[in-house]
């Protein structure tokens, strides 16, 4: 971090390299520096700390004149810390202001005071150590007159004292008074922006508003009047040629795609669609999984032919450069917008009539070439921001799956599916006895396509708008309404002592796979493990709301709670950035302290407390949790209705609910588990996994959860189940593993004889990026940082053993290099030799970053061993593609 912080900062350095600097120059007298020199030599931890230190000298900053009292030798050392935060400057992440309190020892700082983190940080041994080789007027003028940066784990650092990092390395705007000079007009061929111009298609997801077979002039160009002209038309599809000071008629240059207008808007009032979708989308099928893209781009491409003259875009040819587009936008992620270059690329220009003023014939002018350019990126705008959304909006539904899969539908087809679904859950989960408003609002409803059936989501991430309350100021979402009570149920409950099984992440499944695999050595055999794996059916919709009010009223122990708000600053790269963050700390309960919340997080950067706060009571929490529980209402059909089962999902809370609802279900019907040192029992949100040793143990622990816990709302799915060993329950064979076979869990795989782990890679079809529009060396530099961001380190270290090494780092070189491979295959008039070339570079250098990762982790692998599996699977991938 020193090193980085350098080039923002060239006046940094470690702490024991400034108070070198100093004796140097005698500002520290030569006694005092060898005491520091000599107890950071006896002492690991004090070395420690004056080397990981960082202090900054800016050369702005005047040198504060410090002037202590004269009792100041007679305070405590946390007295003293406040003290100085009462002498600093008000920009100082130090400084914190208290309210009728003049003398600071009116007021002094216990041990174990949390209210400011950089006096908290100031007050651990390191800094006291070094206080007491000083004097405290040197360590006052040194604390106050520098920038300084404690360690709190490797790559993460608190800021104690000085201006705030984060205004340093990203200055605020400034406003100016002024207004700013008028830009003369954009050249002839520029007027069109290149940039952030081109809508995502997001916009259109999960609309079943519209109705009938037809399309309107009016959602075709965003406009709210029932009858369009022709001027307005030409208008909203070529802004850019028009100059907005004064618009009285349409420009020469457009007269020629006045009469295509015109045609347009005449096929647009007469044609109906619905013959083209009974043709592409028969309803005597099902349609399981969605229409196919080749055929939904088929359907956009003949509507586009009924509407458009073939003058508008002339040749045969750039019609079929046109439906590319249509595949291109359809393959796009769901909030990727468009390249505009990729938009454009591949149509010929000189074969649209209209787009010149001069004769197909004759020679064009640079001019009139520019200018027929600027009119036709106008088209394509209008067409990707307008005309195709308007299109799916009339005609389909568009969703994504479980597997964030995108599917789409006829809205007749998804109202046929959609429609016993929604029947089952008004009668069964909603209902329409609505007593009292909702605080959150009305919620949108949506159904989630899965294997069986639908997965209900309410959108509690987007803005609602109070219906009861009519207008107001601008609507927050649900979630963010919710932040402060996750926040403190969350600590509330991780602090408690009550989370025995869960896993916070997947991250940790190693940890404690490694944990149980040591302590199973220690007393037995690891090769006769039993694995038991259950599945909790429909768990959001079956867990008591009661229960988890009951849970959570009993872990709000405290009357009320701080929310404190902090940044983070990362200086990575010529552009730092900053992430805010919360804690959240008890007034007279259990709490967690800050600087130990910061050294458990897993992110590096400099950390800075902004010092705002605020407070919350108990009795607010548990009416935002009642209202949350118990007032979830919904907008479904166009009616609203009020959730009287299970637990909302979609929620900021929903998993943290399952969470405190299975855990003392464990701790009650399992308690007995947790005591045996050769039985493991994980769990995440609401799939459970068993490993033990005894096979008593298992058998017993999966006959009672096929038993059901009502008490809970647990029921589990038989056919969901799987073991790794013969049982037999009820004359019913339960799935079990092949021989040989890994055990499926969170997306890895479990060896069942040795517990390694294996991470499951989705098929390789998709490339890494759809965009065209980049080069060729930007798609290897993107490859590579893919492939070094996302390398499974979290798997790999020495104890893995070889064969498991390689296993591993093979199939995600596998995922990666496929991906980018066939991200160059998509660039045309590229020779096969050259594809080859590239696609050996991109190798190579995947190669080497392999190898050095498990070089440093995983030293017992054999680096000749390694290199050849992953130039072989290099090699294959290559064959395969040709």
């Known amino acids: 971090m020193l090193k980085r912080l350098k080039h923002k900062l060239p006046k940094s350095d470690s702490l024991l390299g400034y108070l070198t600097k100093l004796e140097e120059f005698c500002i520290l007298d030569e006694p005092t520096f060898q005491r520091i020199i000599q107890l950071s030599q006896e002492d690991e ?9 960082i202090i900054v000298r800016r050369d702005t900053d005047k040198p504060k004149k410090v002037v202590l009292p004269q009792y100041v030798n007679e305070l405590s050392y946390p007295s003293f810390i406040r ?6 400057s008000r920009d100082s992440v130090l400084h914190n202001h208290i309210v009728g309190v003049s003398d600071p020892t009116d007021k002094p700082i216990s041990e174990t005071d949390t209210s400011h983190t950089a006096i908290e940080a100031l007050c651990e041994t390191g800094w006291r150590t070094l206080e007491s080789l000083v004097s405290r007027y040197m360590f006052a003028k040194f604390i106050l007159n520098h920038i300084l940066f404690m360690e709190l784990r490797a790559g993460c650092y608190l800021q104690v004292s000085g201006e705030r990092i984060d205004d340093i390395l990203i200055p605020p705007p400034v406003e100016d008074e002024d207004p700013p000079p008028k830009l003369p007009p954009p050249p002839t061929g520029f007027k069109v922006p290149r940039t952030n111009l081109l809508k995502c298609k997001q916009g259109f997801y999960y609309c079943l508003a519209k109705k009938g077979y037809s399309l309107t002039m009016c959602d075709m160009i965003g406009s709210k009047e029932e009858k369009v002209s022709v001027r307005e038309f030409v208008e909203a599809v070529f802004p850019y040629s028009y100059e907005w000071e004064r618009r009285p008629k349409i420009p020469k240059r457009l007269l020629a795609f006045t009469h295509i207008a015109a045609n347009i808007m005449k096929k647009c009032e007469s044609r109906n669609f619905l013959q083209l979708l009974d043709a592409w989308f028969p309803m005597k099928y099902e349609y399981q999984n969605g229409h196919s893209l080749n055929k939904v781009v088929s359907f956009c491409f003949a509507a586009s032919h009924m509407l458009f003259p073939q003058e508008l875009f002339g040749s045969a040819e750039n019609w079929a450069v046109l439906r590319s587009k249509y595949v291109y936008y359809m393959k796009l992620p769901p ?21 010149f003023t001069s004769d197909k014939a004759q020679s064009k002018s640079l001019g009139d070439s520019l200018k027929a350019r600027e009119l036709f990126e106008q088209i394509i705008v209008w067409i990707t921001n307008k005309f195709l959304p308007q299109l799916f909006r009339s005609f389909f539904y568009v969703t994504d799956s479980v597997t964030s899969e995108q599917m789409i539908f006829r809205h007749a087809v998804w109202r046929r599916r959609a429609r016993p679904a929604l029947r089952d859950l008004k009668h069964t989960q909603f209902s329409r006895d609505i007593y009292t408003p909702s605080v959150f609002g009305v919620s949108k409803f949506r159904l989630v396509p899965k294997k069986a059936g639908f997965r209900p989501i309410v959108s509690l991430g987007r803005p609602v708008q109070d219906p009861f309350k009519g207008k107001g100021p601008k609507p927050v979402s649900v979630n963010r309404k919710l932040s402060r009570l ?9 602090l408690s002592g009550r989370n025995k099984c869960g896993l916070e992440s997947v991250h940790l499944l190693k940890r404690v796979l490694g944990n149980f695999e040591r302590s199973v050595r220690a007393h037995g055999d690891i090769e006769n493990l039993k694995f038991v794996k259950i599945d909790v059916t429909a768990a959001f919709d079956t867990i008591p ?6 849970i959570a009223t009993s872990l709000l122990d405290s009357v009320s709670y701080s929310i404190h708000r902090h940044t983070r600053t990362v200086p990575l790269g010529p552009k730092a950035f900053k992430r805010w963050f919360t804690t959240c700390k008890a007034i007279n309960g259990r709490s967690e302290s800050t600087l130990q919340f910061f050294r458990s997080m897993g992110h590096k950067g400099l950390l800075v407390d902004e010092n705002k706060s605020s407070k919350i009571g108990k009795q607010l929490l548990c009416k935002l949790l009642n209202d949350h529980l118990f007032r979830n209402d919904v907008m479904i059909d166009g009616n609203v209705y009020r959730q009287i089962r299970g637990i909302p999902q979609g929620s900021v809370m929903s998993s943290l609910f399952c969470s405190m609802v299975y855990e003392e279900m464990v701790m009650k019907h399992f308690g ?16 459970f996994l068993l490993i033990t040793a005894d096979t008593a143990t298992a058998v017993a622990f999966l006959h009672k959860a096929l038993e059901g816990i009502p008490e809970y709302g647990v029921s589990v799915n038989r056919s969901k189940c799987l073991v790794n060993f013969p049982l037999t329950i009820d004359d019913v064979e339960m799935t079990r593993l092949e021989k040989g076979q890994n055990m499926p869990f969170l997306g890895m795989t479990i060896d069942p004889s040795n517990l390694q782990l294996r991470r499951q890679y989705t098929s390789s079809s998709r490339m890494l990026w759809v965009d065209h529009g980049v080069k060729l060396s930007t798609v290897r530099v993107r490859t590579l940082k893919y492939f070094k961001t996302r390398f499974p380190r979290a798997l790999l270290d020495g104890s893995v053993p070889e064969d498991t090494v390689l296993k591993n780092v093979a199939a995600f070189f596998r995922y990666v290099f496929l991906r980018g491979l066939r991200t160059i295959l998509q660039f045309k008039n590229l020779s096969e030799e050259r594809i080859t070339q590239e696609a050996a570079i991109l190798a190579t250098k995947m190669i080497d970053v392999s190898m050095g990762d498990v070089a440093v982790r995983c030293p017992q692998t054999n680096m000749r061993r390694l290199r050849g599996w992953l130039t072989r699977v290099a090699v294959i991938s290559i064959e395969r593609q040709r």
């Open 335 to 355: 909030r990727t917008p468009p390249s505009f270059d990729t938009m454009m690329e591949g149509f010929k220009l000189t074969e649209i009539d209209w787009l």
């Open 486 to 494: 996750h926040k403190v149920l969350y600590q509330e409950f991780k």
């Open 672 to 687: 007995e588990l947790f005591e045996r040192r050769d039985t493991c029992l994980l769990r995440y949100v609401d799939d």
């Open 83 to 88: 003290l100085l935060s009462s002498m600093s």
């Open 45 to 53: 931890r004090f070395g420690r700390f004056l080397s990981s230190t």
């Open 545 to 550: 709301p009661k229960k988890v009010r009951e």
